[in-house]
């Protein structure tokens, strides 16, 4: 199992807009192979910043979602909320345990 973890702030006093562009963009991309599931995080410490979490069956369809249009079409609807202060992390899951 993979995860993508990236963090990114947006433009300040945004965050309820991005928050339904991010909805839109879900909707635009529909589903995609191997995805198990995606998580919008806020930061209690910075309302301006956030994690977009998504949860996959493996690597390859991690990679080919990122290289597709569909990804890019839905990207589209997000863009101008960025400020370009981002990270983008690529895991590997370890341990993993449901409650």
Known sequence: MH??????KIMPGQWNA????????????G?????KGQWLLR???DPDAGYAVSQWESEADMRAFW???KRGEAMAVLQPFF???????NCTVQIAESY
């Open 3 to 8: 995860m993508r973890i990236i963090w990114g």
């Open 18 to 29: 991005f928050e339904a562009a991010f909805k839109r963009a879900l909707e635009i991309r």
């Open 31 to 35: 589903e995609v192979k191997g995805l």
């Open 43 to 45: 930061d209690q410490n």
């Open 67 to 69: 290289e597709s249009p």
């Open 83 to 89: 400020v370009n202060q981002f990270t983008i992390t």
